[in-house]
C-alpha cells in the first residue's frame, strides 16, 4: 500500500470519527437536557370565532375538572387554557398548557382525560375537537431552567419566543449562566421567565427552544416589546449562537388556569 493510499485512508477514518464524536456530543447533550427537568405540553388549536364561546366554556367547565382531577391524583402538576393575543402567523387562536413533573407522567396522560370517572359523562359529549379548524396540534417540551417572582393573576400575560439557534447547547448554557443570573439580580418587570426545549416535532423548519416572560399585564408587556433590541450583555455569545433571533414572539392571556 503506498503513502498516498495509507494517508487518504486515515483522512477518511478521522473525518468519520470526528462525524461521530459530534453525534456523541449532540446526543449527550441532549440527553443532559431532559435529566431533573419539569416536563411539559403545549397543544395548539385554531377555534373559528363563532365557536370559541363554546369551545371556552365546555373546557373551562368540564375539561378544567377532569385535569384538577389529575393534579389531585399526582399524575400532573398543572393545566391552562391560553389565547393568542392579536393573532399570530400560523393560524392558531388558543392553546393548551398541560405540566408534568417526570417523563412518565407526560408518556402516560392520555390516561388523564377520561370524564366518565370524573364526571359521570362520556368524552364523546365533551368533544371540542369539533369546534375547531384542523383538530389538535401537539408539542412536549422539557424546561432548562426557570425564575419567578410574582403570583400569576388574570391579568397577567406571556410572551412566547421562539428561536431555532445555530447553537443549541450554547443557547440553552448562555441562558442559565448570565442570563438567570441577570434576571435574579432584576426581572426587568417579569413576574416569570424560563427556557424550553422542544422535544417533538423536530425539523430544520420548526422552532427547536423558546423562553418565555411573564408580565403583570399586557400594557407591561408590551412596553418590554417595545424596548427590544437593547445591547447584549458583554459577556454573551447569542449573536453567535442565534444569529437570526427570534422566529415567532406570541403574546397570550389566561383564559383558565389550574394547579
Same mark, same amino acid.
Given at each position: 500500500?503506498?503513502?498516498?493510499?495509507?494517508?487518504?485512508?486515515?483522512?477518511?477514518?478521522?473525518?468519520?470519527?470526528?462525524?461521530?464524536?459530534?453525534?456523541?456530543?449532540?446526543?449527550?447533550? $441532549?440527553?443532559?437536557?431532559?435529566?431533573?427537568?419539569?416536563?411539559?405540553?403545549?397543544?395548539?388549536?385554531?377555534?373559528?370565532? #363563532?365557536?370559541?364561546? #363554546?369551545?371556552?366554556?365546555?373546557?373551562?367547565?368540564?375539561?378544567?375538572?377532569?385535569?384538577?382531577?389529575?393534579?389531585?391524583?399526582?399524575?400532573?402538576?398543572? &393545566?391552562?387554557?391560553? @389565547?393568542?393575543?392579536?393573532? %399570530?402567523?400560523?393560524?392558531?387562536?388558543?392553546?393548551?398548557?398541560?405540566?408534568?413533573?417526570?417523563?412518565?407522567?407526560?408518556?402516560? /396522560?392520555? /390516561?388523564?382525560?377520561?370524564?366518565?370517572? %370524573?364526571?359521570?359523562?362520556? @368524552?364523546?359529549?365533551?368533544?371540542? %375537537?369539533?369546534? $375547531?379548524?384542523?383538530?389538535?396540534?401537539?408539542?412536549?417540551?422539557?424546561?432548562? $431552567?426557570?425564575?419567578?417572582?410574582?403570583?400569576?393573576?388574570?391579568?397577567?400575560?406571556t410572551v412566547w419566543?421562539?428561536?431555532?439557534?445555530?447553537?443549541?447547547?450554547?443557547?440553552?448554557? #448562555?441562558?442559565?449562566?448570565?442570563?438567570?443570573?441577570?434576571?435574579?439580580?432584576?426581572?426587568?418587570?417579569?413576574?416569570? &421567565?424560563?427556557?424550553?426545549?422542544?422535544?417533538?416535532?423536530?425539523?430544520?423548519?420548526?422552532?427547536?427552544?423558546?423562553?418565555?416572560?411573564?408580565?403583570?399585564?399586557? @400594557?407591561d408587556a408590551l412596553?418590554?416589546?417595545?424596548?427590544?433590541?437593547?445591547?447584549?450583555?458583554?459577556?454573551?455569545?447569542?449573536? #453567535?449562537?442565534?444569529?437570526?433571533?427570534?422566529? @415567532?414572539?406570541?403574546?397570550?392571556?389566561?383564559?383558565?388556569?389550574?394547579?
Amino acid at each position: 500500500m503506498s503513502n498516498q493510499l495509507f494517508s487518504s485512508i486515515n483522512l477518511i477514518i478521522n473525518h468519520k470519527i470526528n462525524q461521530m464524536k459530534k453525534f456523541l456530543t449532540v446526543l449527550l447533550i $441532549t440527553i443532559g437536557f431532559a435529566l431533573n427537568a419539569q416536563y411539559y405540553s403545549i397543544t395548539y388549536v385554531n377555534v373559528p370565532p #363563532e365557536n370559541q364561546a #363554546e369551545f371556552a366554556s365546555i373546557e373551562t367547565t368540564y375539561w378544567s375538572k377532569v385535569a384538577k382531577a389529575a393534579i389531585d391524583a399526582g399524575k400532573q402538576s398543572a &393545566w391552562g387554557l391560553v @389565547a393568542a393575543v392579536g393573532g %399570530v402567523p400560523n393560524g392558531w387562536t388558543h392553546a393548551f398548557i398541560n405540566v408534568y413533573e417526570t417523563a412518565e407522567d407526560l408518556a402516560n /396522560s392520555a /390516561s388523564n382525560w377520561d370524564p366518565s370517572s %370524573v364526571l359521570g359523562i362520556e @368524552a364523546s359529549l365533551l368533544n371540542t %375537537v369539533k369546534l $375547531t379548524d384542523g383538530g389538535f396540534n401537539f408539542q412536549n417540551w422539557a424546561v432548562q $431552567t426557570s425564575l419567578n417572582a410574582g403570583e400569576r393573576t388574570p391579568e397577567s400575560v406571556t410572551v412566547w419566543n421562539f428561536a431555532r439557534p445555530k447553537n443549541l447547547a450554547g443557547f440553552i448554557d #448562555e441562558n442559565k449562566n448570565l442570563w438567570k443570573k441577570q434576571f435574579e439580580n432584576d426581572m426587568g418587570g417579569r413576574i416569570s &421567565w424560563g427556557v424550553g426545549l422542544k422535544l417533538n416535532n423536530r425539523s430544520q423548519d420548526l422552532s427547536s427552544v423558546m423562553t418565555w416572560d411573564r408580565y403583570p399585564s399586557l @400594557a407591561d408587556a408590551l412596553k418590554a416589546l417595545n424596548n427590544y433590541g437593547g445591547q447584549l450583555p458583554r459577556q454573551s455569545k447569542m449573536q #453567535e449562537y442565534d444569529p437570526e433571533g427570534w422566529t @415567532a414572539q406570541v403574546i397570550v392571556s389566561d383564559v383558565m388556569w389550574v394547579d
